[in-house]
């Protein structure tokens, strides 16, 4: 018998037979202090997403920086983001990097998307080089796509490029998570009340459990708009928590195979 699939969902096949059962997996159970409540979760079905850890966003030189925005609050939550990243690798919670990078024809691109990166249509917008050095705009393979040189990537890690504000609309992420057999999903990245927020909430429309790990996230919009997504999570889509409350509540887990 030859096991195929991936390591969380798998079965066994030969030529004249095929055991449809799955590899058992052990129950790993961490209960984390949150908000409105604390939550219990399985860790050996949690998937950590970080979004939008990229050069265009985060970096000097960058698409925000071109626009004249601030980015280096996006900066903020980097060496956090590897220490968490570190541990959660070290538990076997899959690492997902959720990120712009655009087809070069922009054919799945709706008017819509492209204005929110061209407002006036005579600006430098999604696809399109920057003056600075030549990166274009989100797009695949572009410098300005690439996750931070700060950030700790390992071969292991999931790369998924998106296309929207959501990272669940035309890209495979959706399929990606139920095949790692994920309930729930902790948050982490930029920006806070856009793709982040889109993504959470696309994830608790789709069935899974969300929680935002609010040291771990950032954005550059004003003070109101952290809260209203602050708000609007704890009233309808998920749990606030943050990433030292996780890894303390790791420190005292429970593993049981089920």
């Known amino acids: 018998m030859i096991r195929i699939g991936s390591g969380r969902n798998d079965w066994e096949v030969s030529a004249h037979s095929a055991d449809l059962r799955r590899t058992p997996q052990p129950a790993h159970i961490a ?9 219990t979760i399985d860790v050996s079905r949690t998937a950590v997403i970080v979004v ?19 980015y280096t609050p996006l900066r903020e939550p980097v060496e956090r983001q590897n220490i968490f990243l570190a541990r959660m690798r070290r538990e076997g919670v899959p690492i997902i ?13 709706s008017p819509s998307v492209l204005h929110v990166y061209n407002g006036t249509g005579d600006g430098i917008g999604i696809g399109e080089p920057l003056p600075v050095n030549g990166s274009k705009v989100l797009e695949k393979g572009s410098w300005g796509s690439e996750i931070l040189e700060e950030l700790e990537v390992w071969p292991g890690d999931i790369r998924v490029d998106k296309y929207r504000m ?63 997504t602050y708000y609007n999570i704890k009233q309808c889509y998920g749990f606030l928590t943050d990433s030292e409350a996780v890894m303390r509540a790791l420190d005292t887990s429970i593993s049981s195979l089920i």
């Open 31 to 39: 209960s984390i202090v949150a908000e409105p409540q604390s939550v």
């Open 166 to 228: 959501s990272g669940f609309w035309d890209t495979p992420l959706d399929s990606i998570l139920r095949n790692l057999r994920t309930d729930t999903i902790l948050f982490a990245g930029v920006n806070l009340d856009q793709c982040v927020m889109a993504t959470l909430q696309d994830a608790v429309n789709s069935g899974y459990d969300a929680l935002l790990l609010k040291d771990l996230c950032a954005t550059n919009s004003p003070a109101y708009c952290i809260e209203a």
């Open 52 to 70: 939008d850890m990229q050069n265009d966003f985060c970096s000097q030189g960058g698409w925000l920086d071109y626009i004249g925005a601030d």
């Open 97 to 109: 990097w959720l990120n712009w990078g655009n087809r070069p024809d922009r054919l799945n691109l």
